[in-house]
């Protein structure tokens, strides 16, 4: 029975290492393998504070006592969060609008200039993008200056009295939105200009042979063929805004009152200025639901597409 039982041990040994030795040879395995310390990074950065965020918006001030979705119920009843909720909708939506249509169009004026020329340019039109926010701001900051305003300035010559760029709800607004917009049209100008690359030539002259004027070409030809990376560079965007923190709190602070407040700045200085973390971690939380709706719309529409191809 001892002789029978070693050739089935060594058998059974052999097929471990073969199915093994199949195991590391499927591409899905070496892709794992090879994906597995960025998994590991992510859930290192990402996942873990994650995690201790949902944990400390469910305790109390002190971080004694379990108050479960306390806080939550607490921030629904102050005029204050819903005022952040429509402030940071309306940053995000308008800003991400006008940087899609002006990237289209810049794309658009870079992808018809000569090979030779379109190096220098991207290069001059992606500086707003690759200056860090905080510092860009700050010039910013002189040119909507109450006193020294270089806008303002230019505005006098014209006979128009100052503005107040940074004083009024509105004017306050238009100027965070304005900044958003100047350091984020690079980065669509950049995706949709590789898209274009990519779109047949055969497809325009096409257009031309059937009589199609330049914008029934951009309609038909060039949007249909670009919808997705439109649609995935907007969803990027859009959570990069949403979170958006630097440029408001350099230009405004949150003021004139709290008119311009996002989920940012806001869970900032209830969280880290005013000692209350969990409370600061709920309004930075609220984000997640409102995103993910995004995501799921935009993402959704992708695949739609993609399964009619």
């Given at each position: ?9 060594a058998?059974?040994a ?9 195991l ?7 892709a794992f ?18 995690c ?5 918006a ?72 690759v ?36 004083g ?86 949150g ?21 209350d973390?969990?409370?600061g ?29």
């Amino acid at each position: 029975m001892a002789d029978i039982a070693a050739p089935n041990a060594a058998v059974l040994a052999g097929d471990r290492r073969t199915g093994l030795h199949k195991l590391m040879q499927r591409k899905s395995t070496i892709a794992f393998l090879m994906a597995l310390p960025l998994i590991l990074l992510i859930g290192i950065l990402v996942l873990y504070p994650a995690c201790y965020a949902i944990w400390l918006a469910m305790l109390n001030k002190s971080m004694t006592k379990f108050v479960g979705l306390g806080n939550f119920q607490f921030l629904f009843k102050r005029d204050t969060f819903w005022d952040v909720v429509f402030q940071s909708c309306l940053f995000a939506i308008t800003a991400v609008i006008f940087k899609a249509i002006i990237g289209f169009v810049v794309a658009h004026f870079v992808h018809n200039i000569p090979s030779k020329g379109q190096r220098k340019w991207r290069g001059m039109l992606l500086v707003p993008w690759v200056i860090p926010p905080a510092m860009s701001t700050l010039a910013w900051l002189w040119l909507f200056d109450p006193a020294y305003s270089a806008f303002n300035w230019i505005l006098a010559h014209f006979g128009i009295g100052p503005v107040p760029w940074l004083g009024e709800t509105g004017w306050a607004r238009f100027s965070v939105i304005l900044v958003n917009i100047w350091a984020g049209a690079p980065f669509f100008m950049i995706m949709y200009l590789a898209a274009l690359k990519s779109v047949p030539e055969q497809l325009y002259e096409a257009a031309a042979i059937d009589g199609a004027a330049w914008w029934q070409r951009i309609w038909y030809v060039t949007l249909p063929m670009m919808r997705n990376i439109i649609a995935i560079t907007a969803l990027f965007s859009l959570i990069v805004t949403f979170a958006n923190f630097d440029i408001v709190r350099v230009l405004t602070n949150g003021g004139p009152l709290t008119s311009t407040q996002l989920f940012g700045t806001w869970g900032f200085k209830l969280g880290i200025e005013s000692g209350d973390i969990p409370l600061g971690s709920c309004v930075v939380l609220f984000m997640v639901p409102i995103l993910a709706v995004a995501a799921s719309v935009i993402l959704r529409d992708i695949n739609k597409r993609g399964s009619e191809v």
